[in-house]
Structures are given as structure tokens and as C-alpha cells.
């Protein structure tokens, strides 16, 4: 059963991109860990997993929601004060235990910057506990660009390098950030990268593709990337098999997995 939160603060980051932050009293939701995911109930609507967006959760969590179909469409019409449900966190999330001082390098594409944010955030936050730390960034366009603001910030640190890039580069932003033209490929080919790195990458299913040969080129094994996969899911907790593929249950064994299993079940991402 979800438990309910409020709507304490909504922020827009693009059209149709806005930051939720909910607040909570279920003791569960504390334990929420990048990667890992909670349902969204909208009241009247229905459920829809999401992850979760920011490092800390203690008595609010973030979540980056993207307005899409019916539970999103319902939610944008909420207002700050309203009450939704949450429940969780579901799925095994980033190995941030096994990442302790390791080089990192965080991958994102799009909508996969979201809970990528929940672990450069908890990295920063522990920011001793690591090696070197590398974030890239692709967008189809400029004006996706999330978390601007926290962008902003992060890129006056000097403990952590950024590499951002939009197919398309148009039109004003506030505040101005700035990105070169391309993909995450042809980031991951610029980017100071060896085979000492750990790689955490969320993005759809077309960017792993290239995105993990350019890795392998770099000398970094499929043991030593993690990604993230979305899959079309109902229960959250293994039980209806919405979320199956190749006989993995998305929501239970993933949504983070290593790599050197995804390899054995070709139909999720063809390399
Ligand atoms: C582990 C996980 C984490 C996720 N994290 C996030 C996140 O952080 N932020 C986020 O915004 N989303 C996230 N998602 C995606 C989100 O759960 C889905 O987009 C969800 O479907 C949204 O629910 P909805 O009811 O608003 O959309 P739905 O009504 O389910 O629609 C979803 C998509 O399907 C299309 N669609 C709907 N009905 C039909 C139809 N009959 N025929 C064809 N197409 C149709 C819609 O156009 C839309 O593109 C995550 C998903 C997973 C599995
Ligand atoms: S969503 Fe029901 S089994 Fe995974």
C-alpha cells in the first residue's frame, strides 16, 4: 500500500520536465538508495514507478517527472499542499558500497539524468570516499538541460569534471551553461578515461549501445559498468511479470544491472 506524501515544492526545469519534491513520514522511504525506484500513486489515476532523484531522503524525497501519460498528466495538475502516495524503494540500485574509492564515471542520457543526480549527489556528499569522478551528459537539444541551476554550481567544483553535450544548440537559457555539440559518444571518446574506471549509465536503450563499445575501447570491462533500464512495469515488487525481459524481472533484479549479465540476454540491449 502506498503511504502518502505531499507536494512540498515543485520546480520547473523544462516544459514538461518538473522537479517534485514530496514529503514524507513513512520510515521506509528513508532508505531510498540512487538507483532504486518508488511508485508514484496519483489518487483516482493510477501508479507509475520513478526514480529517485536526490541522495539524501529523510523526510522528503526529489523526483524528476516527466509529464507523459495519465498518472504524469494527473500529477501536473496538482498543486503544492496536495497528497499523493508513495511506496517503496524497489530494486537493487547503483553499488555505491562497491564504488567506494574507485575512479567513477557517470553516464546520462536525457531523462537518465535523473537518477544519475541521486548519485553524484551522494558521491559529492562523500566526496573522500572516492577517486576521480567524471559526469557525462548528452541531450537531443539545449533546452533539455536539468538541473540547470545544480549545474551551474557543479561545474565552479574542481573535484569533479563535467562533460556535457546537445545534438542541437539553440535558443536562450538562464542561467547559461555551456555544452558542445554531439552525443554521449562523442563525449565518452573525449573524456579522460581509462580502464580503472567503474561506470554507472542511465540513458535509453540506442546510447548504451554505442556508448558501451566506446567504453571498451577505452579499456573498461562489462564487469565494471552498471546501467539502468526502464522497463514497462505494474507491481514494482516481482510479482505480475510485466517488467520481464529475458527472464529478468526489472523491477526486483534491476533496475540497475551489471553489465556482464546483460550481455547473456541479447534482447535488451543489442550490442
Ligand atoms: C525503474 C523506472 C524508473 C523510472 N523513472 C522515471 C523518472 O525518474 N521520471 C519519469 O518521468 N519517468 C520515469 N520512468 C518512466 C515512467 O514510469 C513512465 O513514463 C510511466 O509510464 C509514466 O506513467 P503515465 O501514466 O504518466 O504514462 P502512460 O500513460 O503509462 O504513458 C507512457 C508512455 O506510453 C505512451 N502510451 C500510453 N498509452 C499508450 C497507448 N495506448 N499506445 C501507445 N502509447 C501509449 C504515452 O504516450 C507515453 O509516452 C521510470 C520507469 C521505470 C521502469
Ligand atoms: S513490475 Fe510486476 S513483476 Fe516487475
Not at 501519460?69 to 547503483?94: H, I, M, Q, S, W
Request: glycine share 10%.
Amino acid at each position: 500500500m502506498p503511504s502518502l506524501a505531499k507536494i512540498r515544492n515543485i520546480v520547473p526545469m523544462t516544459v514538461d520536465n518538473y522537479l517534485f519534491e514530496f514529503s514524507f513520514t513513512d520510515d521506509s522511504l528513508k532508505n531510498s538508495a540512487p538507483g532504486q525506484f518508488v511508485e508514484l500513486w496519483v489518487p483516482g489515476v493510477g501508479e507509475a514507478p520513478i526514480s529517485v532523484c536526490s541522495a539524501k531522503v529523510n523526510d522528503t524525497i526529489d523526483l524528476l517527472i516527466r509529464r507523459v501519460g495519465r498518472v504524469t498528466n494527473a500529477l501536473y495538475l496538482l498543486k503544492e499542499g496536495d497528497t499523493v502516495g508513495l511506496r517503496g524503494p524497489y530494486g537493487t540500485g547503483f553499488p555505491v558500497d562497491g564504488f567506494s574509492l574507485r575512479n567513477l564515471c557517470l553516464v546520462a542520457g536525457g531523462l537518465g539524468a535523473a537518477p544519475i543526480r541521486s548519485l553524484w549527489q551522494h558521491i559529492l556528499n562523500n566526496r573522500e570516499h572516492f577517486g576521480k569522478v567524471i559526469l557525462i551528459y548528452g541531450m537531443r537539444h539545449s533546452q533539455e538541460l536539468l538541473f540547470r541551476q545544480e549545474f551551474k554550481l557543479l561545474l565552479r567544483r574542481h573535484d569533479i569534471e563535467l562533460y556535457l553535450a546537445a545534438e542541437e544548440i539553440d535558443g536562450p537559457a538562464l542561467p547559461p551553461i555551456n555544452m558542445q555539440v554531439g552525443r554521449v559518444t562523442d563525449l565518452i571518446k573525449e573524456a579522460n578515461l581509462d580502464a580503472s574506471f567503474q561506470v554507472a549509465m542511465c540513458g535509453p536503450p540506442i546510447m548504451y549501445r554505442y556508448a558501451i563499445k566506446e567504453l571498451l575501447t577505452k579499456g573498461i570491462k562489462e564487469e565494471q559498468m552498471w546501467l539502468s533500464l526502464e522497463r514497462h512495469m505494474k507491481c514494482g515488487i516481482g510479482k505480475c511479470g510485466h517488467c520481464v525481459i529475458g527472464g529478468l524481472f526489472t523491477c526486483k533484479q534491476g533496475p540497475v544491472f551489471n553489465m556482464s549479465l546483460l550481455k547473456l540476454v541479447p534482447e535488451v540491449i543489442e550490442c
